[in-house]
């Protein structure tokens, strides 16, 4: 399994880009930084797009990428939970913004959208697909994605601590969690659901205390302002539990 991220960040700037993962070439997670970092073939070559939560920075390329394979006579499919579809419907894939992919072109539309269900898992071009609750501002799901040789990981989507009900249900070898800001912002952190270094530290904890091993760690989301602190934050969480946390960024691909 080769995970590749696209996007790392929360801001978008010439030198960071919006949350988006990519699997194997075919499988994305979250769209904030699709189609500024694949070429249109690439972009031809996603089988699905799964969405942990409906904020803009993680739907924003919906329409795009959806422009550029309706132009290509090329479909795509995409998977939510039912928040993140009315939401979707209600403000973005209405007609009023934009076209409304989901109904165009009236035979044949360019996207086909699925509701997923919370801890009901699903195969999705190949790969079993778990979604499990987060604890963010709106409903969010972070997802459990097993390659079909077996290997695991798992992407948190937006969260802020409290996970001991989510670690329960999963098992990755890789671990993709946010961190958005620094230790400094931690009751900013808590109040709008994100993680702070020394947060994830006690959710790694929580996490060894249940399953007994802790998964190589990798994280995205990072205010770019802030990412030297956290940096720093991480490395002294990472030797505490003696544990790979590494900072996550554009380009990167990890490969289980
Ligand atoms: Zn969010
Ligand atoms: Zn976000």
Redesign the pocket.
């Given at each position: 399994m080769n995970v590749h991220l696209l996007g790392a960040h929360e801001c978008e700037s010439q030198n960071s880009k919006l949350i988006s993962l990519l699997i194997d070439d075919v499988l994305a997670i979250d769209a904030g930084g699709l189609t500024s970092s694949l070429s249109l073939p690439a972009q031809q070559k996603i089988k699905a797009i799964l969405l942990t939560?409906q904020?803009y920075?993680?739907i924003r390329d919906i329409p795009a990428i959806a422009m550029n394979l309706y132009l290509a006579e090329a479909r795509i499919n995409i998977y939510a939970t039912s928040p993140v579809y009315d939401a979707l419907t209600a403000h973005l894939l209405n007609d009023k913004l934009y076209r409304n992919f989901l109904e165009q072109p009236p035979e044949k539309p360019t996207i086909k959208f699925t509701i997923i269900e919370p801890l009901k898992p699903q195969q999705i071009s190949g790969y079993s697909v778990l979604a499990v609750k987060v604890n963010?501002?709106?409903p969010?799901v972070g997802y459990q994605i097993t390659s079909p040789d077996g290997k695991t990981v798992f992407y948190t989507?937006?969260t802020g601590p409290g996970l001991t009900n989510c670690w329960e249900h999963v098992s990755p070898r890789l671990l993709i969690t946010e961190i958005t800001a620094s230790n400094r912002y931690e009751d900013f952190a808590r109040e709008a659901?994100h993680l702070t270094p020394s947060l994830l530290k006690q959710e790694l904890i929580s996490f060894r205390k249940l399953k007994g091993y802790l998964p190589q760690v990798v994280t995205v989301h990072m205010n770019p302002r802030l990412e030297k602190e956290i940096e720093a934050e991480i490395a002294d969480v990472s030797s505490a539990l003696d544990n790979s946390i590494t900072l996550g960024y554009e380009g990167m691909q990890l490969d289980l």
């Open positions: 939560h904020h920075d993680h963010h501002s709106v969010t989507g937006d659901g």
